[in-house]
């Protein structure tokens, strides 16, 4: 049995129902939307993050090009801001084939694979462009493929942004973050991220955020300009350090049976229009970011610091020894494909 299934059964109270149900959609070819050619194909898209962010508008593309080229054969419904699920549920729901395409942030794929870890290590990205050259490398393009053994299959690669570090004081140098309780996705390296400047990491969903920082719950976190504008961090933090540390972006991810179980023509299309949104959406993601942050100085709720290349370097050399306790687990080989994609 996979993980998720493991999982699943074991964090609800009524595991034996669960694991009947389990067995039903084994025994079913769960997952498997029965398309028959002629049939006609829903997929279910929850996310977690508004529709004018980067992912909300690549998705909201993705559903308008379909209904555009494939008319009635396949229907998208895009379910927007957590309002169906939060992420972690998001990923056993596709497993289990209640949903049939999510996009997750690659921090939070952990429990499933330790390969998209060298997205979270600090400094590794200088920008989006950075990225996207490892992500269309060889050794980035094969991470699509690592967690074929759950049964999920990676679609795409799309960008969010930059993460930037919001608190009660400015973050200009790393000992303003000690001591301090930061909300963390669900990633073992954003972990050891934090207890390297001394802070206390609290693994946390998205949309448990902003209530956490409003009442105290935590007193920081790690975000980009969109998500910050977006679910208004910036209305509960005084203080924003433009840290640019860490890269946020996502995995689009289909259930491998469902995926399989669509007629030839119509997966085809759905490829070329998933390569034609993530271009799209790809394009504009540093764009909609850097419009967020001038909307959150405009609203003059909360501070924007800027950063010295000196402090830039303080930062940097403290969060260094992240990535040799990480070594292991992603691949020496990752990290130096990640390093050498060329210019
Ligand atoms: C977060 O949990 O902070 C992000 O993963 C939200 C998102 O999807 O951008």
């Not at 729901?93 to 997205?119: C, H, N, P, Y």
């Not at 003059?300 to 992240?322: F, H, S, Y």
Request: glycine letters at 6%; charged letters at 20%; aromatic letters at 8%.
């Amino acid at each position: 049995m996979s993980n998720i299934s493991l999982r699943r059964i074991r964090r609800t109270s009524v595991g034996m129902l669960c694991y009947s149900a389990l067995l039903i959609c084994t025994l079913a070819a769960c997952g498997d939307a029965g398309n028959k050619e002629g049939a006609k194909v829903l997929i279910k898209f929850p996310h977690v993050t508004a529709p004018g962010t980067p992912k909300g508008r690549a998705a909201d593309r993705f559903r308008d090009l379909v209904h555009e080229r494939l008319g009635d054969r396949v229907t998208v419904e895009v379910y927007p801001s957590g309002q169906l699920m939060n992420d972690d549920d998001s990923i056993d729901a596709l497993a289990f084939g209640e949903v049939q395409m999510i996009a997750v942030s690659l921090s939070k794929f952990d429990r499933l694979t330790k390969k998209f870890q060298i997205f979270d290590l600090p400094f590794m990205f200088q920008d989006l462009s950075a990225v996207e050259r490892f992500q269309e490398s060889p050794s980035g393009d094969a991470l699509l493929s690592a967690m074929t053994e759950s049964g999920l299959t990676g679609v795409a690669f799309w960008h969010n942004g930059m993460k930037q570090f919001s608190g009660p004081e400015p973050m200009t140098t790393p000992d303003a973050a000690d001591g301090l309780k930061f909300r963390i996705m669900e990633s073992d390296v954003l972990q050891a991220q934090i207890l390297q400047v001394g802070g206390n990491p609290q693994k946390m969903a998205y949309g448990e955020v902003y209530q956490a920082l409003q009442t105290g719950a935590v007193d920081a976190q790690e975000n980009t300009w969109s998500n910050i504008y977006s679910s208004k961090f910036y209305e509960v933090q005084d203080y924003i350090t433009q840290s640019n540390h860490g890269y946020l972006g996502y995995l689009v991810l289909v259930n491998t049976k469902f995926w399989s179980s669509i007629p030839d023509d119509v997966r085809a299309e759905l490829r070329s229009i998933l390569v034609e949104t993530s271009d799209w959406a790809n394009a504009q993601a540093a764009e909609i970011n850097q419009d967020a942050l001038e909307k959150i100085k405009a609203s003059g709720r909360t501070e924007v610091v800027a950063l010295t290349p000196e402090q830039i370097k303080q930062w940097q050399d403290i969060m260094r020894p992240v990535w040799d306790q990480f070594e292991d687990s992603i691949g020496s080989d990752v990290i130096a494909a990640a390093q050498q994609v060329p210019r």
